[in-house]
């Protein structure tokens, strides 16, 4: 290896430099401190955890996703957290076990094996805040208008919102009676948007004409309101086993449409995006010049269910560095002041008072230069501050 080269960091792994690590880590105080404002409480969950209950309950693509390792204490195979929202599942199944709702948020670093898209950090420095508890559309509404909260304290005014819904799949699935394998075979034709593959899928397996073309009328669910309201009119004439979950859409929609007016939403029954632990509504949310969404979430209500307590469960994930990138939040522009390297204890003291009252104080070194707004000097005896 070249001396240059042990510099390197690996493909999607990056570090953050001044300044621009301190605008993040300014903002994830504002961002901490809006999830407290809503009420849910931190937790921290471990970094690094036998794999067995890393990844129970969750699917395969995360345990693409999670970087494996050997604990040499006990020999058994340990990963690194891919995704906060499972461990907080279990968190609140099996740690916090509380009767009614529970509400929680993270930030931390994740690590991925394998980028989810060519954008994509490896690294991302998760942020979110899941919701237990509640099945109704309130628990939906809540955490998409949190999610939509937290982008624009990030300074992000410019989004559009998009929705879809992996239940409406699953009860389509359920009808035809589609074994366990071939649903997932579908859900991925699905994800990459394969109309024509799944026309010919519903042709060839499905002898039911209603279910047919239901199938085939998911496919191509994807627009605006008037679009969504015509379709999953037809849909659930065809299969009224889908009226719950496409009702559940429509009202979600409406009160969230109330709250943000401006906000464009777009809909995509085909938009299975998130992870295969999601069972429910579906939601992301974009920025114009960034092909990946800057956050996005969903339900998952079945993931507490391996842990002994299936809970209704809803939230939402972004990636801080992100948000950062995209947003505006100054940081908060403290005033530098230069001390010079003495030592009186009176000097001491009184840096010591300025550092408390908020100002970035920075103590001389030598033949050091420093960009000060303001200086200490040493006027009629008394240590003062002067405009520099
Ligand atoms: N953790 C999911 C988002 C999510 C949070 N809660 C439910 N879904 C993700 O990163 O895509």
Redesign the pocket.
Known sequence: MMRADRWLLPDGIEEVLPPEARQIEVLRRHLLDLLDHWGYDMVIPPALEYLDSLLTGTGKDLDLRTFKVTDQLSGRMMGLSA???PQVARIDAHSLAPEGVSRLAYCRTVFHAKAPSLLASRTPT?I?A?LYGEAGVAADVEIISLMVAMINKAGIKQIHLDLGHVGVFRALADKAGISAEQQAELFALLKLKCASDLDAWADRELNDPSLCEAFKLLTRLQGDRKLLDESIARLAQLVPETSAELQHIQQVTDQLAMRFPRTPFYFDLTELR??DY?TGLVFAAYVPGYGDAIA???R?DETGAVFGRARP?????ADLKVLSRFGSVAADTKQTVVAPGNDDPQLWAKVQQLREQGYRVLVQLNAETIPADQTLQLLDGQWQLVEA
């Open positions: 995704d906060t929202t998760q979110g899941e998130g992870y999601h996005q979430g969903g998952y469960a809803t939230g939402f994930s």
